[in-house]
C-alpha cells in the first residue's frame, strides 16, 4: 500500500533537492549590498518610505487597543528599542511587534502594487529594532528587505482567501535584520529558506468583518523576522527550497523563479511603491478618486442634495460593499461608507473613520444610498489598472459620473514628496507638536548623514505631546 500522501515527496527525493538558482543569486548579491548600490532615486525613496513609517506608526500607536496593550505588564517600559510615538523603550521583539501592529492600524501604509501587498511596514520596525549602526545602513538593510517581500510577492500569487499581511514580509524583515547583523551568503540563503515556514495563516475575511487581529499580521512578521535571524545565528535550518515550497502550492502558488532575480539590482521595488493619502483599503481609492473630481466639479454640493450614488469597479473593490459597518477596520474596508464620510469630512482622514463618525446619522444614511457591483470590463484591467466609476445622482435628477483608471499615488499617477511630508505633517504633529514634528521631518530625511540615526532615534524616543 502506498502511504505516501499525494503532494508529499519520500524523503530520498528531497535529500537530492539542491537550493534554487534564484536563491544561490539573491545569497550572493544581499550579502555584497550596501546602501551606497541603489541609484539616487531609489535612495531617495528609501528615506520618503522611512518618514512615512515613521509617521503611520506613531499616530497608529495612539489607537487604543495599542495603548492598553503597552499597558500590559508584558510589555512594561525598559529594553533597547522604541515604541514609536509611546514615550517608551522595549525589548526588541516586542517593540518590532507594537511597531508593526501601529503602522497597520490606520490603514495608511505605503504598499506595493506589483507585490499586492505592504512591504515596508513589514521590514521598517524590525531595522529599527535591530539597532542599525548607522542611517545608511538602516535606509540599506530597509531597501533590501523590501526588494525580497516584494518580489516573493511578484512571483506568486496567494491564495485568494489569505490576506496579504503576515505572509512574504517576514521573509523581507528577516534579510533586513541579517543585513545589520553582516549576514555571509550561506547565512542569507539559509535564513530566507527558515523563514518562508514562518509567515502567518491569514484569512482575508479578517479585514472585511473588522476583525482587528489582522492589524497584527505585520507586527508578527516583524518580530518573526528578528527571531529568524537569531535561529539562523544559533544553527537552525530551514528546508532546502521553503520559499518554492510554500509559495509555489502551501499558501500560494505559481511560483515563478524568474520573477526573483529578473533585472536584480537594476529595478527597485522601493523605488516602485505607492503612498496613501485616503486613510482606507487601497481598493476604495479609485471610487474616493472618482468622487473627489465630481466634488471638484460641483463645488456648491450638499450632502443633502444627493440621492444617491453607484459605484461600478474591479472584483476586489466590489467586495467592499458592506453599507453598515461595525467598526473603524470595517468601515475601511466599505466603499459606501468610504464615500459618505469623505463626503462629511470633505476627505477621508482619519478622523472620518473614527467611533463618531461610524455613528453619524447623516453619513450612516448617505451610505445607505450607496450601491457598489462589479463591472466585469473593468475587472478585465487588472492588474495593470484599478479603474473606478462613480455616478451620483441629486435630488433635482441630474446624473454626474466621473471614473478614474488608477489610484492616485500609483506608479502611473505618484504624489510629489512635498504630498508625503504634508501627510507626515498630519499625522505627527498631534502626536509631537509642531517642533518636534519637524525635527523627525529633517532627521529622517537626513538620517545617512553624518550622526543622523543618533539624532533620529533620540527624537522618535520623545513622548507624545499628551504626555508632555
Given at each position: 500500500m502506498n502511504i505516501v500522501t499525494a503532494g508529499v515527496e519520500p524523503a530520498s527525493v528531497l535529500l537530492r533537492r539542491q537550493r534554487p538558482e534564484w536563491l544561490e543569486e539573491w545569497g550572493r548579491f544581499a550579502a555584497s549590498f550596501s546602501f551606497a548600490d541603489l541609484p539616487e532615486e531609489a535612495r531617495d525613496r528609501t528615506r520618503l518610505v522611512l518618514l512615512d513609517s515613521i509617521g503611520v506608526i506613531a499616530a497608529g500607536m495612539q489607537e487604543p487597543e495599542l495603548a492598553s496593550l503597552l499597558r500590559q505588564p508584558?510589555?512594561?517600559?525598559?529594553?533597547?528599542?522604541?515604541?514609536?510615538?509611546?514615550?517608551?523603550?522595549?525589548?526588541p521583539l516586542l517593540a518590532a511587534f507594537a511597531n508593526g501592529t501601529a503602522g497597520t492600524m490606520l490603514e495608511l501604509d505605503e504598499g506595493n502594487q506589483y507585490?499586492?501587498?505592504?512591504?515596508?511596514?513589514?521590514?521598517?520596525?524590525?531595522?529599527?529594532?535591530?539597532?542599525?549602526?548607522?542611517?545608511?545602513a538602516l535606509l540599506g538593510a530597509m531597501a533590501l528587505g523590501y526588494e525580497l517581500g516584494a518580489r516573493i510577492g511578484i512571483a506568486s500569487k496567494l491564495r485568494v482567501t489569505m490576506h496579504p499581511h503576515g505572509t512574504w514580509g517576514t521573509l523581507g524583515a528577516f534579510l533586513s535584520v541579517a543585513h545589520l547583523r553582516g549576514a555571509d551568503a550561506q547565512q542569507i540563503m539559509q535564513g530566507i529558506n527558515l523563514a518562508s515556514s514562518l509567515g502567518l495563516s491569514t484569512s482575508r475575511r479578517t479585514m472585511l468583518e473588522g476583525a482587528t487581529v489582522r492589524n497584527t499580521y505585520a507586527g508578527f512578521s516583524n518580530q518573526l523576522g528578528l527571531m529568524a535571524w537569531d535561529l539562523v545565528a544559533a544553527g537552525f535550518t530551514g528546508e532546502t527550497d521553503g520559499v518554492g515550497a510554500v509559495?509555489?502550492?502551501?499558501?500560494?502558488?505559481?511560483?515563478?523563479?524568474?520573477?526573483?532575480?529578473?533585472?536584480?539590482?537594476?529595478?527597485?521595488?522601493?523605488?516602485?511603491n505607492y503612498f496613501k493619502r485616503h486613510a482606507a483599503c487601497r481598493y476604495t481609492h479609485g471610487a474616493l478618486d472618482a468622487l473627489g473630481m465630481l466634488r471638484a466639479r460641483l463645488p456648491g454640493l450638499r450632502v443633502e442634495d444627493i440621492a444617491a450614488i453607484s459605484v461600478e469597479t474591479y472584483v476586489w473593490a466590489a467586495q467592499l460593499d458592506l453599507p453598515a459597518p461595525a467598526n473603524m477596520l470595517s468601515a475601511k474596508f466599505s466603499i459606501p461608507f468610504a464615500l459618505a464620510t469623505a463626503l462629511v469630512h470633505g476627505e477621508a482622514s482619519v478622523p472620518a473613520f473614527r467611533p463618531p463618525a461610524l455613528q453619524d446619522p447623516a453619513i450612516r444614511d448617505l451610505a445607505a444610498r450607496v450601491t457598489v457591483?462589479?463591472?466585469?470590463?473593468?475587472?478585465?484591467?487588472?492588474?495593470?489598472?484599478?479603474?473606478?466609476?462613480?455616478?451620483?445622482?441629486?435630488?433635482?435628477?441630474?446624473?454626474?459620473?466621473?471614473?478614474?483608471?488608477?489610484?492616485?499615488?500609483?506608479?502611473?499617477?505618484?504624489?510629489?514628496?512635498?504630498?508625503?511630508?504634508a501627510k507626515f505633517r498630519s499625522l505627527a504633529?498631534?502626536?509631537?507638536?509642531?517642533?518636534?514634528?519637524?525635527?523627525?521631518?529633517?532627521?529622517?530625511?537626513?538620517?545617512?548623514?553624518?550622526?543622523?540615526?543618533?539624532?533620529l532615534f533620540s527624537l522618535l524616543a520623545l513622548p507624545p505631546r499628551s504626555m508632555n
Amino acid at each position: 500500500m502506498n502511504i505516501v500522501t499525494a503532494g508529499v515527496e519520500p524523503a530520498s527525493v528531497l535529500l537530492r533537492r539542491q537550493r534554487p538558482e534564484w536563491l544561490e543569486e539573491w545569497g550572493r548579491f544581499a550579502a555584497s549590498f550596501s546602501f551606497a548600490d541603489l541609484p539616487e532615486e531609489a535612495r531617495d525613496r528609501t528615506r520618503l518610505v522611512l518618514l512615512d513609517s515613521i509617521g503611520v506608526i506613531a499616530a497608529g500607536m495612539q489607537e487604543p487597543e495599542l495603548a492598553s496593550l503597552l499597558r500590559q505588564p508584558t510589555y512594561a517600559a525598559g529594553g533597547t528599542a522604541i515604541a514609536i510615538g509611546a514615550g517608551h523603550t522595549l525589548p526588541p521583539l516586542l517593540a518590532a511587534f507594537a511597531n508593526g501592529t501601529a503602522g497597520t492600524m490606520l490603514e495608511l501604509d505605503e504598499g506595493n502594487q506589483y507585490a499586492r501587498g505592504h512591504p515596508a511596514i513589514h521590514v521598517v520596525p524590525a531595522a529599527l529594532a535591530a539597532a542599525p549602526r548607522d542611517g545608511a545602513a538602516l535606509l540599506g538593510a530597509m531597501a533590501l528587505g523590501y526588494e525580497l517581500g516584494a518580489r516573493i510577492g511578484i512571483a506568486s500569487k496567494l491564495r485568494v482567501t489569505m490576506h496579504p499581511h503576515g505572509t512574504w514580509g517576514t521573509l523581507g524583515a528577516f534579510l533586513s535584520v541579517a543585513h545589520l547583523r553582516g549576514a555571509d551568503a550561506q547565512q542569507i540563503m539559509q535564513g530566507i529558506n527558515l523563514a518562508s515556514s514562518l509567515g502567518l495563516s491569514t484569512s482575508r475575511r479578517t479585514m472585511l468583518e473588522g476583525a482587528t487581529v489582522r492589524n497584527t499580521y505585520a507586527g508578527f512578521s516583524n518580530q518573526l523576522g528578528l527571531m529568524a535571524w537569531d535561529l539562523v545565528a544559533a544553527g537552525f535550518t530551514g528546508e532546502t527550497d521553503g520559499v518554492g515550497a510554500v509559495y509555489g502550492g502551501i499558501i500560494a502558488e505559481d511560483f515563478q523563479p524568474s520573477a526573483m532575480t529578473d533585472s536584480l539590482g537594476v529595478r527597485w521595488e522601493i523605488a516602485r511603491n505607492y503612498f496613501k493619502r485616503h486613510a482606507a483599503c487601497r481598493y476604495t481609492h479609485g471610487a474616493l478618486d472618482a468622487l473627489g473630481m465630481l466634488r471638484a466639479r460641483l463645488p456648491g454640493l450638499r450632502v443633502e442634495d444627493i440621492a444617491a450614488i453607484s459605484v461600478e469597479t474591479y472584483v476586489w473593490a466590489a467586495q467592499l460593499d458592506l453599507p453598515a459597518p461595525a467598526n473603524m477596520l470595517s468601515a475601511k474596508f466599505s466603499i459606501p461608507f468610504a464615500l459618505a464620510t469623505a463626503l462629511v469630512h470633505g476627505e477621508a482622514s482619519v478622523p472620518a473613520f473614527r467611533p463618531p463618525a461610524l455613528q453619524d446619522p447623516a453619513i450612516r444614511d448617505l451610505a445607505a444610498r450607496v450601491t457598489v457591483r462589479e463591472d466585469l470590463a473593468l475587472t478585465a484591467q487588472l492588474p495593470g489598472l484599478r479603474p473606478a466609476r462613480v455616478a451620483m445622482t441629486l435630488r433635482d435628477g441630474s446624473v454626474h459620473q466621473a471614473e478614474v483608471l488608477t489610484n492616485r499615488g500609483d506608479t502611473e499617477d505618484p504624489y510629489e514628496a512635498a504630498d508625503i511630508i504634508a501627510k507626515f505633517r498630519s499625522l505627527a504633529v498631534p502626536v509631537w507638536g509642531e517642533a518636534g514634528s519637524t525635527a523627525l521631518l529633517d532627521a529622517a530625511l537626513e538620517v545617512d548623514q553624518a550622526g543622523g540615526l543618533d539624532r533620529l532615534f533620540s527624537l522618535l524616543a520623545l513622548p507624545p505631546r499628551s504626555m508632555n
